[in-house]
């Protein structure tokens, strides 16, 4: 047999990380994917129902993400723990990694859950109007109870993906997403013999959906075979401390980095409700465009964080920077292709969401358009933040890349979104732009942080 030229052993070597990266990356969008579609269903119907309540429900649903996505912060501090611990082949931490996290997620969602209840005379507070302020509260007043199934689903994603076991994630939300689309079709306009609950109507759907999918997720983790030495729910009460406070120490500042960009849009969506209902549900629907293709690195960046992860478990140096360089080179490439589709077809994108009877419908597209192109331009610098996000968390570098977040997206990209929407005038563009400068910011520096870092046992304990 020919020996291989060091050339052709490192193409293989490669290729493998390529193809690795795919393996578990692809269950891992298809995810984000699914998941993202139960909200971009909830959006498109309720855009069919009405304006009024498609307005609503983005600021409903929008409360709720801020408030989920911090306690996802500590599920996110799962994954890196999980996939180092796997990387040392030591399952018994794997479980003490997830259950404690699990623990965490639960005392989360007890503590926050009242707040949502009095979210009305919030946003009237912030300058909502009244009316949709009440169909907000509305909606969260029943969707709020997704917040136990939705957090501990996060939980059991990290354990799947850590051990590169990511198949049945995906499939768990293709049938959630099958479930919340149906539930909404009946409960939303009242078909099937179901009341017509409208904004309720979609609550109800998302709250069972996110149920369905725990329920499968979590009995696949305790009846399947391969998961059964890691016992995740045996003496599940029984306290392990030391894991506790270190997928709280991990997760505070992923939670935290997670909310300012979160926060961010949030903040947008507030000022573009300052600018009238039709702009702030076209703000939802090129929101709802965005978030489509922003789960693509982002389930590209847990795939960073699990390689780089295992790779910093076993000690192999080589492996983790080409992880690194595989996973960031694909997602700029994908990053590029989607700017290029909404910069080609944003009407045809737009319209998927809107029903050509209702009275708004060619208002909303002239003010939807416009953003979509401006969320075309910050295609790249998304996936690069998001991958580079997820490269540092992958060697449990959360800190420094809180501040950087922290400082990116709230002096700097808020500022300028404010700026350019009604200081220069240039509004609901001006506040996507906005935006785009508070990534691009971001971008660059938690690039830089990864980059620079040559020794990453040392950004482990920075």
Do not use: C
């Not at 799962?78 to 005392?107: C, F, K, Y």
């Not at 331009?377 to 997820?390: N, S």
């Not at 609901?428 to 870092?453: D, E, K, Q, S």
């Amino acid at each position: 047999m020919t020996a291989l030229s060091p050339d052709m052993r490192k193409e293989q070597r490669w290729s493998a990380h390529i193809w690795a990266t795919l393996a578990l990356g692809v269950p891992l969008v298809g995810t984000q994917i699914a998941q993202i579609a139960i909200a971009t269903t909830d959006v498109v119907m309720l855009g069919w129902y009405g304006t009024e309540e498609l307005a609503a429900t983005v600021l409903g649903s929008q409360a709720f993400f801020v408030v989920y996505i911090f306690g996802a912060g500590f599920a996110s501090a799962i994954l890196p723990l999980a996939a180092q611990a796997e990387g040392r082949n030591d399952p018994t931490h794997v479980r003490r990694s997830v259950r404690m996290g699990m623990w965490i997620l639960l005392l989360y969602a007890v503590l926050v859950m009242p707040f949502l209840w009095f979210l009305e005379p919030a946003l009237i507070g912030l300058g909502q109007k009244p009316e949709l302020a009440a169909l907000a509260s509305d909606y969260i007043r029943i969707a709020q109870w997704a917040m136990f199934p939705a957090l501990m689903m996060m939980a059991l994603r990290s354990f799947f993906a850590a051990r590169s076991r990511a198949g049945i994630v995906l499939w768990s939300a293709l049938i959630g997403t099958l479930v919340n689309g149906v539930l909404n079709y009946a409960l939303i306009f009242g078909h099937f013999g179901a009341p017509e609950m409208g904004v309720r109507g979609a609550a109800v759907a998302s709250v069972v959906s996110s149920t369905v999918i725990f329920l499968i997720m979590a009995g696949w983790a305790v009846l399947h075979p391969r998961h059964l030495e890691y016992r995740l729910f045996q003496r599940f009460w029984r306290p392990e401390w030391p894991a506790f406070f270190e997928v709280f120490r991990l997760g505070l500042p992923i939670g935290f980095t997670i909310l300012a960009e979160v926060g961010l849009f949030m903040a947008a969506s507030v000022m573009m409700g300052w600018l009238g209902t039709v702009p702030l549900a076209a703000h939802g629907i090129a929101i709802q465009l965005a978030s489509i293709s922003f789960m693509v690195p982002l389930g590209l960046s847990h795939a960073a964080t699990v390689r780089i992860g295992q790779a910093y478990g076993r000690g192999d140096m080589e492996g983790l920077a080409r992880a690194a360089h595989t996973v960031m080179g694909l997602s700029v490439v994908i990053a590029l292709a989607s700017g290029a589709l909404f910069w080609v077809f944003p009407e045809a994108l737009v319209s998927l969401f809107l029903d050509e009877a209702n009275a708004d419908a060619a208002e909303l597209l002239k003010v939807a358009v416009p953003l979509v192109l401006v969320a075309a331009a910050f295609q790249l610098v998304d996936a690069v933040q998001a991958i580079a996000a997820g490269q540092l968390r992958g060697i449990k570098d959360t800190r420094t890349p809180m501040i950087i977040a922290v400082i990116s997206y709230w002096p700097i990209g808020l500022s300028a979104a404010y700026g350019l929407g009604f200081g220069l005038g240039y509004g609901g563009p001006g506040i996507w732009a906005g935006l785009a400068i508070g990534l691009g910011v971001a971008a660059v520096l938690l690039n830089l942080r990864f980059v620079n870092r040559d020794r990453y046992l040392d950004v482990a304990k920075a």
